[in-house]
């Protein structure tokens, strides 16, 4: 093998995992990011004194994790130090997926015995919790790979034609109606409606049910802190606060210097990418869903039946998907509260939590103050019954909003771009990897991968990733 001169576009996990298994290959690489923090929109802040983790708040399908981390140690030499040895992850798992509100029922997944839902869940847990070790070799294998048929079998055999996630819960006649609302609110994932993602995302409750959630001890952010060591250990140059300027055949530029490159692997933002390579850019259509996130520090302890990961989901479900859809501000948003006791998962002396506001890519900014903001917060208060305002709890915090997000260069802060249809979300993803194009550059993290989460992230850069090795030889 011939090393090349590779430079990696962001230093998110996407562009991270992919630096680190290249360098890692023997190949020269340069990461550059205009942030001065790794990761992405899941990033390290601090609060307070307090450090508090954005971007996915778990970690699900732990195996895609695995799968990269096991491909960087088969590319190293005989001798090298492993993923093991350079940073370890210590995943936490959480006792139960979440505790969902919706419409005066709660309930937690996996759903507690004698509960009105409990027989069905059981059920449905029966027929898809298994399902965990399928998906996941989608996630991580090449859709040319001959392990893909065997796996892509087991889930069509579940789904039957019924392909899309509302007709295949619609078709459960034997799951109370609330349930399906739960489950099927998950393909908010992905920031679209049911009715726009592969049935899948029905599947994936109840395989976080079985096989667990997890979060890293440290936070989700010792993720990318993991791939930034192995790539920085495999001999990659990663260039904080270098905003790139223009992406052309053999020069990557920005403000400082041109950096020569035989390929570029880009891990920004669809649109983003365009714009730097001089293409026009189309004013997409169909946006997923923003947010409004608060990080918060509490001056004391939440109750204490107050679970990690609390989902309190909107009466009417239809409605939230077309506030998206029309951009504008919903009735109910779909609102989580992912709360930290003192020393849990991060060593810190005070709570903390991440109050999260699904809202529309409308591009505006919001504080804890903005009607809506503290009418959503109300009825957090409310739905889970605590004694004072939940605003009344906040000694300091930090807010994410539209505008913040849009500053990664997707419409209206657009959290996964475009939302393209349910058949477009698989193997047939746009944008593609590679193009015959443009030969020379590949695609990795969210631009490729909207939804999923980490998994998603990661067994994208690593298909990505060992195409282009294959390419290199």
Same mark, same amino acid.
């Given at each position: 093998?011939?090393?090349?001169?590779?430079?990696?576009?962001?230093?998110?996990?996407?562009?991270?995992?992919?630096?680190?298994?290249?360098?890692?290959?023997?190949?020269?690489?340069?990461?550059?990011?205009?942030?001065?923090?790794?990761? &992405?929109?899941?990033?390290?802040?601090?609060?307070?004194?307090?450090?508090?983790?954005?971007?996915?708040?778990?970690?699900?399908?732990?195996?895609?994790?695995?799968?990269?981390?096991?491909?960087?140690?088969?590319?190293?030499?005989?001798?090298?130090?492993?993923?093991?040895?350079?940073?370890?992850?210590?995943?936490?798992?959480?006792?139960?997926?979440?505790?969902?509100?919706?419409?005066?029922?709660?309930?937690?997944?996996?759903?507690?015995?004698?509960?009105?839902?409990?027989?069905?869940?059981?059920?449905?847990?029966?027929?898809?919790?298994?399902?965990?070790?399928?998906?996941?070799?989608?996630?991580?294998?090449?859709?040319?790979?001959?392990?893909?048929?065997?796996?892509?079998?087991?889930?069509?055999?579940?789904?039957?034609?019924?392909?899309?996630?509302?007709?295949?819960?619609?078709?459960?006649?034997?799951?109370?109606?609330?349930?399906?609302?739960?489950?099927?609110?998950?393909?908010?994932?992905?920031? $679209?409606?049911?009715?726009?993602?592969?049935?899948?995302?029905?599947?994936?409750?109840?395989?976080?049910?079985?096989?667990?959630?997890?979060?890293?001890?440290?936070?989700?952010?010792?993720?990318?802190?993991?791939?930034?060591?192995?790539?920085?250990?495999?001999?990659?140059?990663?260039?904080?606060?270098?905003?790139?300027?223009?992406?052309?055949?053999?020069?990557?530029?920005?403000?400082?210097?041109?950096?020569?490159?035989?390929?570029?692997?880009?891990?920004?933002?669809?649109?983003?990418?365009?714009?730097?390579?001089?293409?026009?850019?189309?004013?997409?259509?169909?946006?997923?869903?923003? &947010?409004?996130?608060?990080?918060?520090?509490?001056?004391?302890?939440?109750?204490?039946?107050?679970?990690?990961?609390?989902?309190?989901?909107?009466?009417?479900?239809?409605?939230?998907?077309?506030?998206?859809?029309?951009?504008?501000?919903?009735?109910?948003?779909?609102?989580?509260?992912?709360?930290?006791?003192?020393?849990?998962?991060?060593?810190?002396?005070?709570?903390?939590?991440?109050?999260?506001?699904?809202?529309?890519?409308?591009?505006?900014?919001?504080?804890?103050?903005?009607?809506?903001?503290?009418?959503?917060?109300?009825?957090?208060?409310? $739905?889970?019954?605590?004694?004072?305002?939940?605003?009344?709890?906040?000694?300091?915090?930090?807010?994410?909003?539209?505008?913040?997000?849009?500053?990664?260069?997707?419409?209206?802060?657009?959290?996964?771009?475009?939302?393209?249809?349910?058949?477009?979300?698989?193997?047939?993803?746009?944008?593609?990897?590679?193009?015959?194009?443009?030969?020379?550059?590949?695609?990795?993290?969210?631009?490729?991968?909207?939804?999923?989460?980490?998994?998603?992230?990661?067994?994208?850069?690593?298909?990505?990733?060992?195409?282009?090795?294959?390419?290199?030889?």
């Amino acid at each position: 093998m011939t090393p090349r001169r590779i430079v990696v576009l962001g230093a998110g996990l996407g562009g991270l995992a992919s630096a680190a298994l290249l360098s890692r290959a023997g190949h020269h690489v340069t990461v550059l990011d205009k942030n001065e923090w790794i990761g &992405g929109k899941s990033r390290r802040i601090e609060v307070a004194g307090q450090r508090i983790d954005t971007g996915p708040s778990l970690v699900t399908f732990p195996g895609a994790l695995r799968a990269v981390l096991d491909r960087f140690d088969e590319l190293g030499a005989h001798g090298d130090p492993s993923a093991e040895d350079i940073a370890p992850l210590h995943l936490e798992r959480l006792p139960e997926v979440g505790r969902y509100f919706f419409r005066g029922d709660a309930a937690n997944l996996p759903v507690e015995r004698g509960h009105s839902w409990h027989d069905a869940w059981e059920r449905f847990e029966r027929e898809h919790g298994g399902l965990g070790p399928a998906i996941t070799t989608l996630l991580t294998s090449d859709p040319w790979s001959n392990r893909i048929a065997p796996a892509a079998a087991q889930l069509f055999r579940r789904y039957g034609t019924r392909l899309a996630t509302d007709a295949y819960l619609g078709g459960l006649d034997w799951m109370p109606k609330a349930l399906r609302e739960v489950i099927s609110i998950h393909t908010l994932n992905a920031g $679209v409606a049911p009715s726009r993602t592969l049935a899948l995302f029905a599947t994936m409750p109840a395989v976080m049910s079985t096989d667990g959630v997890w979060v890293p001890r440290g936070g989700v952010n010792e993720i990318p802190q993991q791939f930034f060591a192995l790539a920085r250990a495999s001999g990659a140059e990663v260039r904080l606060g270098e905003a790139v300027t223009r992406v052309r055949k053999g020069v990557v530029s920005t403000a400082l210097a041109d950096y020569p490159a035989d390929v570029v692997v880009s891990g920004l933002d669809a649109g983003v990418l365009e714009r730097l390579l001089g293409d026009r850019v189309p004013t997409p259509r169909n946006l997923s869903c923003s &947010g409004i996130a608060t990080f918060a520090v509490f001056d004391e302890e939440l109750p204490a039946d107050v679970v990690t990961h609390s989902v309190i989901m909107p009466d009417d479900p239809a409605e939230l998907f077309d506030a998206i859809r029309e951009r504008r501000l919903p009735q109910q948003s779909m609102a989580f509260l992912n709360y930290y006791r003192a020393g849990h998962i991060y060593e810190n002396s005070r709570p903390t939590a991440a109050i999260l506001l699904t809202a529309p890519p409308d591009g505006k900014s919001y504080d804890i103050n903005h009607p809506w903001v503290r009418g959503e917060f109300d009825r957090i208060t409310e $739905v889970l019954g605590f004694p004072k305002p939940l605003g009344d709890y906040i000694a300091d915090h930090t807010v994410f909003d539209p505008e913040y997000f849009a500053g990664f260069g997707a419409t209206g802060g657009a959290l996964y771009g475009e939302g393209h249809p349910w058949w477009q979300s698989g193997p047939f993803h746009r944008p593609a990897y590679s193009s015959m194009r443009r030969p020379w550059l590949w695609r990795v993290g969210a631009s490729v991968h909207p939804g999923g989460g980490i998994p998603a992230v990661l067994g994208g850069a690593l298909i990505s990733t060992n195409r282009l090795l294959s390419r290199l030889v």
